[in-house]
């Protein structure tokens, strides 16, 4: 990174002439460099702790195009009516260029040949504890989600990250087929997103990209990872159903909530499917250009998919210590 791009990154906040959140940068030093990122909150933040909710892109995306920034219209810019909304802090980083010369993060494909070789766990623990000290975060309620690369470092993060986390929700992503990583031993809240007609992270597992982006990897399938994190979280297999209103007749997509739930207490596992949804963020409001739906699939318009992710972040805390659990079956092995 240039000293003249550092330089712009501390010194000039970033506006958002449709929202009314404060978007402002920060840089973190790692071994591999400095390491932008993003914060947005609310421009009259209230006294005491707040949650904080970390957003991570895909492979080739970038903080600033996460927050709206440039031609993408990301539907995860919804992130920011949340953060004015309901008193949040929201960050979204830079990942960092793979073999392939794409931003990306290294999450635990361990066949992801094209990933980078830089700690993202433990970026993410330094952007939390920079959260916790400098933007008054309550430690008991950070989030991460993420999309494609970002929502499987988001798996890596729930794994791996040593303070524990109140909630994932991970978007058009699947658990490894051959991981770097243990299998996942901490209970934790998960909100899974994916569409059926998903040509990058297959619905159903296996390679994971296309002819124009080899070297991904490749995954479980969609529920099989779900089945993954509903048996450590001790559920039952029979889930709450519930198909979602459909908005627009257009919409060549629907979307169906499957929640399991401990008795009384509010979902602790839900997979939002998207039936014939593409490699795509669901939004209403957000709608992608037809070069993009082309390209990435069809986009659902039933659901703001930020919105359904702080709905179920909202009432969740992290345990002061980690409940115990059976060990899950390797993230590499089917159950």
């Not at 390491?35 to 947005?40: D, K, M």
């Not at 600033?64 to 992130?79: C, M, R, S, V």
């Not at 991970?170 to 059926?196: E, W």
């Not at 009384?264 to 739906?293: E, F, M, N």
Request: with cysteine; glycine share 10%; charged share 20%.
């Amino acid at each position: 990174m240039s000293l003249r791009r550092l330089a712009a990154l501390l010194t000039l906040p970033l506006a958002c002439a449709a929202q009314a959140a404060v978007i402002t940068p920060g840089v973190i030093l790692r071994p591999e460099g400095a390491r932008p990122y993003l914060v947005a909150q609310a421009a009259a933040p209230k006294p005491g702790p707040r949650p904080l909710v970390i957003v991570l892109h895909g492979h080739t995306g970038s903080a600033a195009i996460t927050f709206g920034e440039g031609k993408f219209n990301d539907p995860a810019a919804a992130w920011l009516d949340i953060a004015e909304r309901e008193d949040i802090v929201v960050i979204a980083p830079d990942g960092w260029k793979g073999s392939d010369g794409k931003q990306g993060w290294n999450d635990c494909r361990a066949d992801a040949a094209s990933n980078p070789g830089t700690d993202d766990v433990a970026l993410l623990g330094a952007l939390i504890d920079k959260a916790v000290a400098a933007y008054g975060v309550d430690p008991q309620r950070v989030f991460i989600t993420g999309i494609s690369n970002g929502g499987a470092m988001t798996y890596r993060a729930a794994i791996e990250l040593q303070r524990p986390l109140a909630g994932i929700a991970v978007l058009s992503a699947l658990m490894p087929a051959a991981s770097r990583c243990q299998a996942p031993q901490r209970r934790l809240p998960v909100l899974v997103t994916h569409g059926t007609d998903d040509k990058i992270a297959p619905y159903g597992g296996g390679e994971v990209g296309h002819w124009l982006l080899t070297g991904r990897g490749s995954g479980l399938s969609v529920e099989e990872s779900v089945r993954l994190w509903r048996q450590l979280d001790g559920l039952a297999e029979q889930p709450l159903v519930t198909p979602l209103a459909h908005r627009n007749p257009s919409d060549p997509t629907s979307a169906i909530r499957y929640a399991w739930a401990d008795g009384a207490a509010p979902p602790q596992v839900v997979l939002l499917k998207i039936d014939k949804g593409g490699h795509t963020q669901p939004s209403i409001a957000r709608r992608l250009s037809r070069l993009v739906v082309m390209l990435l699939g069809e986009e659902n318009g039933d659901v703001e998919f930020a919105e359904e992710a702080w709905s179920f972040f909202m009432d969740k805390r992290a345990a002061p210590t980690a409940r115990p659990a059976a060990p899950a079956a390797p993230a590499g092995t089917r159950p």
